[in-house]
T-cell receptor, first 115, second 111 residues
Framework: DGGITQSPKYLFRKEGQNVTLSCEQNLNHDAMYWYRQDPGQGLRLIYYSQIVNDFQKGDIAEGYSVSREKKESFPLTVTSAQKNPTAFYLC??????????????FGPGTRLTVL | GQNIDQPTEMTATEGAIVQINCTYQTSGFNGLFWYQQHAGEAPTFLSYNVLDGLEEKGRFSSFLSRSKGYSYLLLKELQMKDSASYLCAAAPGGATNKLIFGTGTLLAVQP
């Protein structure tokens, strides 16, 4: 079955620790995205990648970092510089990154809690 | 700036019809999406409109007016399982396929 996987579903970390969230897709999609969702605030774009080996900052990139070394994978690192890291993190992908089909498909999400 | 507005919460009765409105202001426009999201789960695609008019898909329909920057999602014959958040998202187009999301409308369907 094709799809997007995120692991783990729930993640707990101590304040001051970096943590990396996994996102893998086998849909052969060029573009991948990371969003953060907080209650009452909808989805906010953290980083996106239109093609492998390339990525750009979204609206709230401070305190986060990403890499896109493989087409299938787009891991997100939440660093200790992120002031309020506790949130629900969603990864998405779309067939194309620049024009044309822009429907995004979402993974199941990772709920990160920083203690 | 770019902005999407939709009501925060709505309540409706099982079997009834509900309309969820969305207005948008974006630098460009390459279509409008509606997604459904149950609590703690991933958003799932409901509809996509790029031309003016009504798109019907079973119990769900979506309408777009590009000149007014306005869309609505119409849900008919409401069922309890329709209780969820409904996200409106606009595609500004240009050099990327980014989407701009609204805050979502939390719909509660009551018996």
């Amino acid at each position: 079955d094709g799809g997007i996987t995120q692991s783990p579903k729930y993640l707990f970390r101590k304040e001051g620790q970096n943590v990396t969230l996994s996102c893998e897709q086998n849909l052969n999609h060029d573009a991948m995205y990371w969003y953060r969702q907080d209650p009452g605030q909808g989805l906010r774009l953290i980083y996106y990648s239109q093609i492998v080996n390339d990525f750009q900052k979204g609206d709230i990139a401070e305190g986060y970092s990403v890499s896109r070394e493989k087409k299938e994978s787009f891991p997100l690192t939440v660093t200790s510089a992120q002031k309020n890291p506790t949130a629900f993190y969603l990864c998405a992908s779309s067939i194309e990154g620049r024009t044309g089909n822009n429907e995004q498909f979402f993974g199941p999400g990772t709920r990160l809690t920083v203690l | 700036g770019q902005n999407i507005d939709q009501p925060t919460e709505m309540t409706a009765t099982e079997g009834a019809i509900v309309q969820i409105n969305c207005t948008y202001q974006t630098s460009g426009f390459n279509g409008l999406f509606w997604y459904q999201q149950h609590a703690g789960e991933a958003p799932t695609f409901l509809s996509y409109n790029v031309l003016d008019g009504l798109e019907e898909k079973g119990r769900f329909s979506s309408f777009l007016s590009r000149s007014k920057g306005y869309s609505y999602l119409l849900l008919k014959e409401l069922q309890m399982k329709d209780s969820a958040s409904y996200l409106c998202a606009a595609a500004p187009g240009g050099a990327t396929n980014k989407l701009i999301f609204g805050t979502g409308t939390l719909l509660a369907v009551q018996p």
